[in-house]
């Protein structure tokens, strides 16, 4: 069983749409969730991370964490075309040790 | 803020030779760490450093593989001998002790032939 599961792909969405994007988590003592955008050859660029059950917003992005069900989800709000990217969730457990997922391709189409 | 700088950029060598690369964290970030990522993966933790320490290192193949960061600021992570399947982008992060967020060199490209 991976650490951090996505899946890869592709999610497309028409433009001004919410995209929904998923990840799951193999261990309950997981404390803390990010998420990362990486472009095409670039390298992975944070967006915002996430401590607490509940909602966190940012602008058009919101992370939402369930911990019981080991769930964490990024909502992207008028979703442009800028947005497409492979998007990156990643995990920290105890100790700080750090997994990322595969990631999940977003084709945001005008 | 300058952010973390790596050296090369790209580096293309063939197999069994040795490889360095070098990266420079952020300024005052004390935990830095070296990714390798393959084409279509995620991000694979190689090693870890809280200032000059090592916290993991569990995933380095410590065969061919090293990494220092000698003066807890910049780090050097060494392949030798390169195998084909070290092909793949190495990517170096840091962060502050806490919150944790890690922010992302441009990576090195590395093609063995």
């Known amino acids: 069983q991976k650490e951090v599961e996505q899946n890869s792909g592709p999610l497309s969405v028409p433009e001004g749409a919410i995209a929904s994007l998923n990840c799951t988590y193999s261990?309950?003592?997981?404390?803390?969730f990010f998420w990362y955008r990486q472009y095409s050859g670039k390298s992975p660029e944070l967006i915002m991370f996430i401590y607490s059950n509940g909602d966190k917003e940012d602008g058009r992005f919101t992370a939402q964490l369930n911990k019981a069900s080991q769930y964490v989800s990024l909502l992207i709000r008028d979703s442009q075309p800028s947005d497409s990217a492979t998007y990156l969730c990643a995990v920290r457990r105890n100790f700080n040790k750090f997994y990322f997922g595969s990631g999940t391709k977003l084709n945001v189409k005008p | 803020e300058a952010g973390v700088a790596q050296s090369p950029r790209y580096k293309i060598i063939e197999k069994r030779q040795s490889v360095a690369f070098w990266c420079n964290p952020i300024?005052?970030?004390?935990?830095l760490y070296w990714y390798q990522q393959i084409l279509g993966q995620g991000p694979k933790l190689l090693i870890q450093f809280q200032n000059n320490g090592v916290v993991d290192d569990s995933q380095l193949p410590k065969d061919r593989f090293s990494a220092e960061r000698l003066k807890g600021v910049d780090s050097t992570l060494k392949i030798q001998p390169a195998k084909l399947e070290d092909s793949a982008v190495y990517l170096c992060?840091?962060?502050?002790?806490?919150?944790?967020?890690?922010?992302f060199g441009p990576g090195t490209r590395l093609t063995v032939t």
């Open positions: 261990d309950r003592g997981s404390q803390s």
């Open positions: 992060a840091s962060s502050f002790s806490q919150p944790y967020e890690q922010y």
């Open positions: 300024s005052g970030h004390a935990t």
